[in-house]
């Protein structure tokens, strides 16, 4: 089993940029694909981005693509989702998570963080 803790939430402008890290602990992360979900007030809990547990494959949401990144340390037991750009829909908790199937980035994820709240303001 692992445990997931988010960091780097906070409070930001809109265009400007924050760097959320999940750190690890219990198990390595190099078993897991590795995600980043967020649900905003009132809305469902979405997929922003994914990495496979060998950094080669990404997916990303289609409102986040070409202004967030997520990259992994499997060394430092840690995954991090770089966002740029960002805009007042960002507006959400942050959570990571981790899925014991490393042939999908679209399957069940198992472990969750406790979120992490980002705020954008416009």
């Known amino acids: 089993q692992v445990e997931l803790v988010e960091s780097g939430g906070g409070w930001v402008q809109a265009g400007g940029s924050l760097r959320l890290s999940c750190t690890a602990s219990?198990?390595?992360?190099?078993?897991?694909?590795m995600g980043w979900f967020r649900q905003a007030p009132g809305k469902e809990r979405i997929l922003v981005a994914a990495?496979?547990?060998?950094?080669?494959?990404?997916r990303y949401a289609v409102a986040v693509k070409g202004r967030f990144t997520i990259s992994r340390d499997n060394a430092r037991n840690t995954v991090f989702l770089q966002m740029n750009s960002l805009e007042s829909d960002d507006t959400a908790v942050y959570y990571c998570?981790?899925?014991?199937?490393?042939?999908?980035?679209?399957?069940?994820?198992?472990?969750w963080g406790q979120g992490t709240q980002v705020t954008v303001s416009s």
């Open positions: 998570a981790a899925d014991p199937n490393t042939a999908t980035l679209l399957g069940e994820y198992v472990y």
């Open positions: 219990g198990d390595t992360i190099s078993k897991y694909t």
């Open positions: 990495i496979s547990y060998h950094s080669t494959t990404t």
